[in-house]
């Protein structure tokens, strides 16, 4: 890949965890525990693998033919899935932020979204990376800076890992009360959201993600008495990154790079991102858990990692 020019680098310690984080797209470069990988990674100065890390803003996922409806208005948005029809994850992945604020263990970054084809909409987005002795915490926020109401939606395209374990020696033990169903070949809704209870797409239990492969959009409807839901990628021995969202997170999109599906990452063949959401695919047209900033409006929301040693 060629590199990107100036890209900054920021490394975070706290305690036994160590994390970089870039600036084009905030992306989560690296996330270990005492050398213990817990994300995957790419060079510095690369474009990430199946955009690995990256921030999805100001909408995860997909907006059908790129066409919405917003308080009786159409936008339509530049294709940038053509061989979808879709438009997809938003304008800020593959842009340089800007530096609000460093400490060791600190980065926080900020993005003018900026008005673009089928998007009159001014916001501004701010994403906080932070180590604590007890993992990472990532903090959103968006801001609604113009003088009409604006829809929202966001997401984190992270990819999680046990150090070195193969995926298909690994379980997934997943919160998730239903999942939506998709047309697998626009990865667009195509039917309501139904339990996965009882499914093949149960993980309340661990399950070895051998053969598995997942593009898959769940609620998270099973928190924990903190009001946080957590997802586990378990290797053999017992070991765990957990990946944990607040119910602003609502949503998660697990998704399997596969070499079989001509989607492998780099260096590791099969590989899982659990992405946090704040609404589903295409909740631009759906209005599911679609975010709607009113003028001067500001919204707030948290996730995070953490290493469970065996």
């Known amino acids: 890949m060629a590199p990107m020019a100036d890209v900054q680098s920021y490394l975070l310690t706290s305690g036994r965890y160590r994390a970089e984080v870039a600036s084009t797209g905030a992306g989560l ?7 213990v990988p817990l994300t995957e990674t790419w060079k510095v100065g690369e474009k990430p693998p199946l955009s690995a890390g990256l921030v999805l803003a100001p909408w995860p996922n997909r907006v059908a033919d790129g066409t919405f409806t917003f308080e009786g208005t159409e936008h339509r948005l530049e294709i940038t899935e053509p061989s979808r029809n879709n438009a997809s994850h938003g304008f800020v992945r593959r842009v340089d932020w800007t530096l609000v604020d460093r400490s060791p263990s600190r980065v926080e970054q900020s993005v003018d979204v900026g008005q673009h084809e089928g998007w009159p909409y001014r916001l501004t987005v701010t994403v906080a990376h932070e180590l604590t002795e007890d993992g990472l915490v990532v903090t959103a926020t968006a801001q609604n800076d113009g003088d009409t109401d604006a829809p929202y939606g966001m997401g984190f395209h992270t990819f999680v890992r046990v150090g070195d374990v193969p995926l298909d020696d690994c379980a997934l033990e997943f919160s998730a009360g239903t999942r939506l169903q998709l047309d697998p070949v626009r990865n667009l809704p195509n039917g309501p959201s139904v339990p996965t209870a009882g499914s093949d797409y149960d993980f309340t239990e661990p399950k070895s993600l051998k053969g598995i492969w997942l593009d898959t959009p769940f609620s998270a409807e099973l928190p924990d008495p903190d009001g946080r839901a957590r997802h586990y990628l ?16 609502d949503w998660v999109q697990v998704f399997t790079a596969d070499p079989a599906k001509d989607q492998a990452y780099p260096d590791r063949g099969r590989a899982l991102a659990i992405e946090p959401m704040t609404c589903p695919p295409d909740a631009f047209n759906s209005e599911i858990d679609l975010l709607v900033l009113k003028p001067g409006e500001s919204w707030t929301g948290t996730w995070g990692m953490e290493y469970r040693a065996a």
């Open 29 to 35: 470069r690296m996330l270990e525990f005492d050398g």
């Open 234 to 249: 378990r290797s053999p021995d017992g070991a765990a990154t957990i990946l944990w969202t607040d119910r602003e997170f």
